[in-house]
């Protein structure tokens, strides 16, 4: 069963940066297309960024989020900068080998946006 644990979530003043880190368990996890996605209170959860196996990414705010992988640590991060009080959430690591898969979740860390 793959593992994935969150780190790197905390409170951050508007405008400012802050990096994700999610490990994972496993042997597969080069093959695996590795997702962030986060949940504000009273809203659906949602795709912020993802990057395949082959390195192809998908963002909701390219110009804000960087999603990068590391296959040696099994670990992907997820840079954010510009940061804005509706990015206030919970970010969950999500893991899958095809897109139509569910795949495995992490617990989620919190990131809140405040002054």
């Known amino acids: 069963q793959l593992q994935l644990v969150e780190s790197g979530g905390g409170l951050v003043q508007p405008g400012g940066s802050l990096t994700l880190s999610c490990a994972a368990s496993?042997?597969?996890?080069?093959?695996?297309?590795m997702g962030w996605y986060r949940q504000a209170p009273g809203k659906q959860r949602e795709l912020v960024a993802a990057?395949?196996?082959?390195?192809s990414t998908t963002y909701l705010d390219s110009s804000r989020f960087t999603i990068s992988r590391d296959n040696a640590k099994n670990t992907i991060y997820l840079q954010m900068n510009s940061l804005k009080p509706e990015d206030t959430a919970a970010y969950y690591c999500?893991?899958?080998?095809?897109?139509?898969?569910?795949?495995?979740w992490g617990r989620g860390t919190q990131v809140t946006v405040s002054s």
């Open positions: 990057i395949t196996s082959g390195g």
């Open positions: 496993g042997s597969i996890f080069g093959t695996l297309i």
């Open positions: 999500n893991a899958r080998q095809r897109w139509v898969d569910s795949g495995n």
